[in-house]
């Protein structure tokens, strides 16, 4: 049986009750995906050998789990070409320079999922200038990967404003420099004297990501927050959830 290779934030149904295992330690079987449940493939976790996915339910949470490579039906990245290149054009083949790590051993490189009706490619680039096929496309998601100081981050992005979400591939690189001047920005709601806190990670050009930040494949834990009135007392402690 041949296996497909991946699209990063590409959504996969699955095919068979499929094992998951805990992020945290992929040796811990979790429990099962049912037949026809669709996923989110994020990441390939190298230490663990499999795909880390990401469930959304219908109440607006998420589940993510470790998944196995051919039980979603797919080929893991290094083991074929395809699996590698996924769409991304290669700067070597066209003679343009491999982007060097930035200054203090710091160099940051971003994934876009491009979408035009049933095709999906991811292409990559290290410099923010992107090779993008011909033709109209829609950026559903985003991955910034930072490598700083031999430590590996990453994020994951959901929400591009209007005007960087339609693109066009006219032979011409595409620029979209994303990841940069992350801030936290919260946000409060308050109903019949109960106040609901949500916290967005928002880059420069207004993108937004998600809260689950990663480093070598592990996500930290979601950030904690204080209450306090006007002269500094402390009213409350408390940690958002992810989802």
């Known amino acids: 049986m041949s296996f497909l290779p991946v699209v990063f934030g590409e959504a996969v149904q699955c095919a068979q009750r499929t094992a998951a295992f805990d992020c945290q330690n992929p040796s811990n079987q979790i429990g099962f995906f049912e037949p026809s449940t669709n996923l989110e493939i994020e990441e390939y976790v190298a230490d663990a050998k499999m795909f880390r996915v990401c469930f959304k339910a219908p109440n607006g949470s998420e589940v993510r789990a470790l998944c196995r490579p051919e039980a979603l ?3 893991a990245p ?3 070409p395809a699996a590698t290149t996924a769409g991304a054009s ?16 710091e160099k940051t490189e971003v994934d876009l999922l491009l ?28 991955r910034v990967r930072k490598l700083v100081n031999g430590r590996k981050w990453a994020i994951m992005g959901f929400s591009l404003p209007d005007k960087y979400r339609k693109v066009e591939g006219s032979g011409q690189p595409f620029t979209l420099q994303l990841g940069e001047g ?4 919260p946000q409060v ?6 106040a609901s806190i949500n916290c967005w990670l928002v880059g420069a050009l207004n993108e937004s990501y998600r809260m689950a930040v990663e480093e070598s ?12 009135d006007e ?11 992810f989802g």
């Open 73 to 75: 039906g797919k080929t």
């Open 78 to 80: 290094g083991t074929e």
């Open 90 to 105: 290669s700067s070597a083949a066209a003679g343009k320079p491999s982007a060097a790590a930035a200054p203090g051993n």
């Open 115 to 142: 979408v035009r009706g049933s095709v999906q490619k991811t292409v990559s680039s290290a410099t923010g200038q992107f090779d993008i096929p011909t033709g109209p496309y829609e950026v559903r998601s985003y």
């Open 182 to 185: 992350l801030v936290l920005r």
């Open 189 to 194: 709601k308050i109903k019949d004297k109960v």
């Open 217 to 228: 494949g592990k996500f930290h834990a979601a950030p904690k927050f204080q209450l306090v």
């Open 231 to 241: 002269g500094g007392k402390v009213l409350g402690n408390g940690q958002f959830e």
